[in-house]
T-cell receptor, first 112, second 118 residues
Framework: GNSVTQMEGPVTLSEEAFLTINCTYT??????LFWYVQYPGEGLQLLLK?????DKGSNKGFEATYRKETTSFHLEKGSVQVSDSAVYFC???????????FGSGTQLTVLP | GAVVSQHPSRVICKSGTSVKIECRSL??????MFWYRQFPKKSLMLMAT?????????EQGVEKDKFLINHASLTLSTLTVTSAHPEDSSFYIC??????????????FGPGTRLTVL
């Protein structure tokens, strides 16, 4: 079946630091890949997505590239801000599965 | 963008009682909604798919008689935790697919409901 593994947190960075949150997946077929973000007290929001190999999703300075050869979809941002503090979830959808399969989430805290 | 609300945001109940959680799509219609459960420091686990006008589809291992789902209208799905016990304490999240998408890839999520069973 499908599964998603993402790096455990929590991750604490200083403002303007470089961010990487690793995500790898196992899936049959050709899944779509997503990063969702959950700010404190709010619901999950789609941050970015990629639907095929070598696609790069980007939004709000965040980027992730769909790497089929390494089955990865790592999230990166060159310079984080305090407002980026949230929980980040990697997820996939595809093949015969209509629903999303989530990773365990990574708590990011950015200090001023 | 599309908004999904949940009510209540948190609830505390005694063991043996039933609790109803509502999920509403505020500005779009959703023939399908999804219910997830999230344990501390764990991933979201899909519990069931709520289908308007028909029975919900439950994931393997989820007790149908314990977690009753009713999709009463195109904007409302309810999850009732019956005869709740402390092990049912968790964070329950609903979602609905964004309007116009084929398949269920992009979803809008509610803010979640924290259930604590004493």
């Amino acid at each position: 079946g499908n599964s998603v593994t993402q790096m455990e947190g929590p991750v604490t960075l200083s403002e303007e630091a470089f961010l990487t949150i690793n995500c790898t997946y196992t899936a049959t077929g050709y899944p779509s890949l997503f990063w969702y973000v959950q700010y404190p007290g709010e619901g999950l929001q789609l941050l970015l997505k990629a639907t095929k190999a070598d696609d790069k999703g980007s939004n709000k300075g965040f980027e992730a590239t769909y790497r089929k050869e390494t089955t990865s979809f790592h999230l990166e941002k060159g310079s984080v801000q305090v407002s980026d503090s949230a929980v980040y979830f990697c997820a996939l959808s595809g093949g015969s599965a209509r629903q999303l399969t989530f990773g365990s989430g990574t708590q990011l805290t950015v200090l001023p | 963008g599309a908004v999904v609300s949940q009510h209540p945001s948190r609830v505390i109940c005694k063991s043996g009682t039933s609790v109803k959680i509502e999920c509403r799509s505020l500005d779009f219609q959703a023939t399908t909604m999804f219910w997830y459960r999230q344990f501390p420091k764990k991933s979201l686990m899909l519990m069931a798919t709520s289908n308007e006008g028909s029975k919900a589809t439950y994931e393997q291992g989820v007790e149908k008689d314990k977690f009753l789902i009713n999709h009463a209208s195109l904007t409302l799905s309810t999850l009732t935790v019956t005869s709740a016990h402390p092990e049912d304490s968790s964070f329950y999240i609903c979602s609905a697919p964004s309007p116009g998408t084929s398949g269920m890839d992009t979803q809008y999520f509610g803010p979640g409901t924290r259930l604590t069973v004493l």
